[in-house]
Structure formats: structure tokens, C-alpha cells
């Protein structure tokens, strides 16, 4: 019987490998997962889906959902730490804040804004949110090996725990003069945790739009496809999960 079962996950020890990839979208997890060799759903509560994956290099992985924001994202990994987890790469979608930035780009984070507030439980906010470099030297070396350098970016994303924005003043502006290169929701919860924990953490992120032109919004009738649908933005997220997994092979696999 297994021992320590986690109330909204529901794992227990013996489920979760050292190195996890997250995904706010759950629908995103069984095709991060069938990338890899021999994967099973593991867990499946609350719209809070696992899986386990190996690697082509036989690494265990652990594919799990952060759902949206920083304030579910905080259970799913403090649930998931408790179990062992000690690598976390989060795989997934930006708006463009950078006006370069277009449909079907990658971003690889070096840090975040802290433009939310969960990660004050772990530290104040002048504490920085940062990527663990390795990781991050990491996904960016696999993923220049996959796409062109002209959709590929590095630099610092902006975590916001706000997706509906009607706070006062030129905030865009402020983070595009700032040269932030996209806007998301959970990695500068993941980058402080990893660092007031000891562990690592780093970030890939496919671009599903720019908020200089085009966010993702209400569509005219159910017919119309969403920013998901999107081809550059499908092969964005297949690339970047592939990057992924080769940056844990490369950093993991003899380890």
C-alpha cells in the first residue's frame, strides 16, 4: 500500500522521479509524455493529471500539471518536492511582450518579474527569481539544435497572476521598454521555490501571440480555432518539449 498519498495530486512515495516536467494545460501532459518511452498516467484528481515517461537515455521523468497560476502551481509542487522531486522544468505558452516575438517562437527564461505574490510565501519580493544556469545552458543548447535561431529567444519572462489586466497605467510598456521578453504565469513562483529549496528549475516557453498585437480572447462561435490550434504554435510546444527531454539526457542520463 502505498504511504504518504498527497491530498490534491494523489501520488504517494514511489510515484514522483527527481526531474519533473509541469505544464499549466492538462491536456498538454499525455502528449509531453508520449514523446518519451513507456508512458502511464499515474494520477488523475481535480483536473491534476500525472504521468510517468522515461527518456530515450532511460531517465525517469515525471510530466505533471501546474494547472493556471501561481497559486495552484504552488500545491502541485510543494505536493510533488515532498515526494522527491528535485528538477523542474516547466514546458509552456507566453505572450509576446518583446514586439520580435511572433506566433510559434520559443523563449528560454534566465529569470522572472515577480508581478504576483505567492512566491512571497518562500522569500520578499526582493528576493530574485532566477533560472538554475545549467538548466537553462541546457534547454537553450537543444533547442537552437531544433529551430531556427530567428524563433528562439533568452531572457528574463514576466509571471503575472493576472490574465484579465485592468490595473492602472502603461503596464506593457513598462516591461517592453524594461526588454522583458514575454508574459506568463508561473515561473517566478518555480524559479524562487527551487532556490529557497535547494533545488533546480528552469523554463521553456512557445509563443501563442503578442500582446503588441494579438491575444489570445473570445472567439466568435465554438468553431473557431484558439492559439492552441495554431501550427507554428503546435510544432513550438513539440519542439520545446523535445528540447526538454534532450537537456535531461544531456545533464542526467549518466548521473
Known sequence: MKKRIQPHIRLGEGDVAKIVFIAGNPDRVPKIANKMKDPAEIGNYRGLVSYRAFTPEGVEVTVATSGMGTPST?????????????????????????????????????????????????????????????????????????????????????????????????ILGRWTRARVQCVEMESSLLFVFAQTRGIHAGSILACDGNLHSHQKGEQTDETEQTGEQNPLLVEAVSKETEAAIKAVDELYASK
Open 74 to 170: 504552488h500545491i502541485v509542487i510543494e505536493e510533488l518536492h515532498k515526494l522527491g522531486a528535485e528538477v523542474f522544468i516547466r514546458i509552456g505558452t507566453c505572450g509576446g511582450v518583446n514586439p520580435k516575438l511572433k506566433t510559434g517562437d520559443v523563449v528560454v527564461a534566465t529569470g522572472a518579474v515577480r508581478d504576483e505574490l505567492t512566491s512571497s510565501n518562500y522569500a520578499p519580493m526582493e528576493y530574485p527569481a532566477v533560472a538554475t544556469p545549467e538548466l537553462y545552458l541546457a534547454l537553450l543548447k537543444a533547442i537552437q539544435e531544433l529551430l531556427p535561431t530567428t524563433r528562439i529567444h533568452a531572457g528574463l519572462v514576466w509571471s503575472t497572476d493576472i490574465y484579465y489586466d485592468h490595473r492602472e497605467g502603461d
